[in-house]
């Protein structure tokens, strides 16, 4: 069965940290794949995505992630975290091979705590 | 451009109840997907539709939940005779399509609509 696994339930690190948010997946072909954010009681806002080309991608607040093929990882970083960086994470990867739909499959989400 | 709207934001039903979710996608948009968020777990997808067409349902409850989504009007997700095992959050993404004519892989989520089932 198609999966991701995002085996943290939570990250601490100290502001000014850098943090590292881990995501694997198990999942046919060449996955298109990306990270949400999502504060309390709010909707998914759209981090960064990997489709295909340079294994770094960058996204917003300073976010980027690490494409590893060979490992079937796609980890989150930031270099220097935030306060404001405190909420929920949720790693997604939508198969390429889906008969033209592109459903995401989604991590269990990892919360991510921000120490001042 | 409006994002992705989602009503009611809140929705609370007995038991027995039918709850009705509603989706605007996003301006242009004709692709909707439903996904559904228990207490602290991830999202699951529940259907795909196109307008006026039931794509993938593969994700939806075999009873009880039905999805439409109109030539004209929003999307809806239907849950009748709600059980406390509805409770959860519901959201919807929207996809457009790209300048090749084909459907893209980026998704848009609406706020959700949380749903207490009492």
């Known amino acids: 069965a198609q999966s991701v696994a995002q085996p943290e339930d939570q990250v601490n690190v100290a502001e000014g940290n850098p943090l590292t948010v881990k995501c694997t997946y198990s999942?046919?072909?060449?996955?298109?794949l990306f990270w949400y954010v999502q504060y309390p009681n709010r909707g998914l806002q759209f981090l960064l995505k990997y489709i295909t080309g340079d294994n770094l991608v960058k996204g917003s607040y300073g976010f980027e992630a690490e494409f590893n093929k060979s490992q079937t990882s796609f980890h989150l970083k930031k270099p220097s975290a935030l306060v404001s960086d405190s909420a929920l994470y949720f790693c997604?990867?939508?198969?390429?091979?889906?008969?033209?739909?592109?459903?995401?499959?989604f991590g269990t989400g990892t919360r991510l705590k921000v120490l001042a | 451009n409006a994002g992705v709207m989602q009503n009611p934001r809140h929705l609370v039903r007995r038991r027995g109840q039918e709850a009705r979710l509603r989706c605007s996608p996003m301006?242009?948009?004709?692709?909707v997907y439903w996904y559904r968020q228990l207490p602290e777990e991830g999202l699951k997808f529940m259907v795909y539709?196109?307008?006026?067409?039931?794509?993938?349902e593969s994700g939806m409850p075999k009873e009880r939940f039905s999805a439409e989504f109109p030539k004209e009007g929003p999307s809806i997700l239907r849950i009748q005779q709600v059980v406390r095992g509805d409770s959860a959050a519901y959201f919807c993404?929207?996809?457009?399509?790209?300048?090749?004519?084909?459907?893209?892989?980026?998704?848009?989520f609406g706020p959700g609509t949380r749903l207490t089932v009492t």
């Open positions: 999942v046919s072909g060449n996955p298109y």
């Open positions: 993404a929207s996809s457009p399509i790209t300048g090749q004519g084909e459907l893209s892989y980026e998704q848009y």
């Open positions: 301006k242009g948009h004709s692709h």
């Open positions: 539709l196109q307008k006026e067409n039931i794509i993938d």
């Open positions: 997604a990867v939508s198969p390429s091979d889906t008969s033209g739909t592109y459903k995401y499959i």
